[in-house]
């Protein structure tokens, strides 16, 4: 799946943010909730770990929430394969924040 980018999201002067997650819902509501803020804009949305990487080398935002949990290649692997393309560079860092969605094993007490 390609990357979708946002109406109008190249000039605002807002901070910039790529969200990605493999469940359109939260995709969805997290895009809703950050919009809301005057100096933040959701600039794209990415379901899978190919199309975060095409997002950000043609978006360059300034930050990218990534699902740990992604479906086929996950957060992690994402992660790793940003830094081995060495996507981020001096000219482009932007902050990447990894979120695990859910947990799916036990606490030992």
């Not at 959701?42 to 949990?69: H, K, N, Y």
């Amino acid at each position: 799946m390609t990357p979708l980018e946002q109406p109008a999201c190249r000039t605002t002067g807002k901070t910039r943010i790529l969200v990605v997650d493999d469940h359109p819902i939260v995709r969805q509501g997290l895009s809703q909730l950050i919009n809301q803020e005057a100096d933040l804009t959701v600039c794209g949305q990415a379901e899978e770990a190919t199309a975060a990487l095409e997002a950000m080398t043609t978006l360059r935002p300034d930050f990218v929430i990534v699902d740990i949990s992604l479906n086929g290649p996950d957060g992690l692997d994402l992660l790793k394969t940003i830094r081995e393309k060495k996507i981020i560079d001096d000219a482009y860092k932007p902050q990447v924040i990894a979120a695990i969605q859910e947990f799916k094993g036990t606490f030992k007490a």
